[in-house]
């Protein structure tokens, strides 16, 4: 495996990426992952190489490099600085947005293209948490670049906003996959069960599951939520969406 750090450009200055591929062979399609809002850490490094394994190449940019270059969450339960770091990763989260993660997934594309290691053709997307909105707002704005992309327990999907994910799903071409957990006070039934409603009359094709016995992270090996068989069903389901589109 070959891993790099890299720095796109971007309209605000440089966006660190961690890329991961296969040393031999290629080129091969390429896949954005997004973080998670507690930042890019290890348990997203192995996703991302575990996906790599599996003949992509794959690039997991800091959302947060406006505001850190390194930030990763402090405990975020059962620690006496939960309310601390809780502050602290609020405070990098609500320096972007969706105009702002479009831009910036835009550089990341332009780099991609010209990257010889990545096979032509258009991308796929995977988020997690605050990123499952990115995955809906990101195949909205390059609809002409993105194949399909993976949404998993994603946050803020109904938001009361102008450029709230579900305003936007009929500007999307790329087929999408939603999982979400089935005990998640960050996403309950009701926005799920609206969102659907959405997608349902959308133009594109998509699905959704919801995981039993589930809480929001399973897929995390650093979550309190980890699930493990949960976090086998999460990395199949999207390994099958991008081998059909990539």
């Excluded at 031999?24 to 996703?47: K, S, Y």
């Excluded at 190449?57 to 600085?81: E, I, Q």
């Excluded at 780099?111 to 096979?119: I, L, M, S, T």
């Excluded at 650093?222 to 099958?240: I, R, T, V």
Aim: glycine share 8%; with cysteine.
């Amino acid at each position: 495996m070959i891993e790099s750090d890299l720095d796109i450009p971007t309209g605000d200055g440089r966006m660190n990426t961690f890329s991961v591929r296969l040393a031999q062979g290629g080129p091969h399609p390429a896949v954005v992952m997004l973080m998670d809002a507690a930042g890019v850490r290890g348990a997203l490094r192995d996703i991302a190489r575990r996906l790599a394994a599996s003949g992509y190449v794959v690039f997991v940019p800091n959302l947060y490099y406006r505001t850190s270059r390194n930030f990763v969450a402090g405990p975020l339960r059962d620690h006496p600085d939960v309310e601390k770091n809780k502050a602290e990763m609020t405070r990098h989260r609500s320096a972007i947005g969706h105009a702002e993660v479009s831009r910036d997934i835009g550089a990341l594309l332009d780099h991609v293209a010209a990257d010889p290691a990545v096979r032509r053709g258009k991308v796929g997307t995977v988020g997690y948490c605050m990123s499952g909105a990115y995955v809906v707002t990101t195949a909205a704005s390059w609809p002409d670049r993105i194949a399909c992309g993976a949404a998993f327990y994603g946050t803020r999907l109904m938001a009361d906003a102008p450029d709230a994910p579900w305003r936007r799903l009929g500007e999307i071409r790329a087929e999408l996959h939603f999982a979400f957990a089935e005990i998640d006070s960050y996403v309950p039934p009701d926005e799920v069960a609206a969102f659907r409603k959405h997608l349902a009359e959308a133009p594109f094709r998509s699905t959704v599951e919801i995981l039993p016995g589930t809480g929001h992270g399973y897929a995390f090996t650093d979550s309190a939520s980890f699930n493990k068989p949960a976090a086998e069903q999460h990395f199949h389901a999207m390994l099958a969406l991008f081998r059909r589109h990539l």
